[in-house]
């Protein structure tokens, strides 16, 4: 079994920074790409970036200039820093890993219980 624990939100003033932590554990033999989501209440959950395991980086128009994700593959951890953030960036974030267990071929994706940030104006 793969476990995705996020961790890192909390409650921000509006130009603050935070940096999200999201670690895998379990039967891991490798982890494909892994993504940061958010869904703010009333919204679709949307996609905020996204690393491969050879680093390619991809970002929401809406925080390219302002997040940068990067991950530790010896910890199996993806991390997001968010600088001057903004009041809609409050979110629930979540993380996804693409993952390949010990036991089989196949990648499945595996979800975070998701991390609250709230900023305040």
């Known amino acids: 079994q793969v476990q995705l624990v996020e961790s890192g939100g909390g409650l921000v003033q509006a130009g603050g920074s935070l940096r999200l932590s999201c670690a895998a554990s379990?039967?891991?033999?490798?982890?494909?790409?892994m993504v940061w989501y958010r869904q703010a209440p009333g919204k679709q959950r949307e996609l905020v970036a996204g690393?491969?395991?050879?680093?390619?980086?991809n970002y929401a128009d809406s925080v390219k200039d302002r997040c940068t994700i990067s991950r530790d593959n010896a910890k199996n951890t993806v991390y997001l820093q968010m600088n001057s953030l903004k009041p809609e960036d409050t979110a629930v974030y979540y993380c996804r890993a693409r993952v390949r267990s010990l036991y089989s071929a196949e990648e499945y994706d595996y979800w975070g219980q998701g991390t609250q940030v709230t900023v305040s104006s």
């Open positions: 379990g039967s891991i033999f490798s982890i494909n790409v």
């Open positions: 690393i491969t395991s050879g680093g390619s980086t």
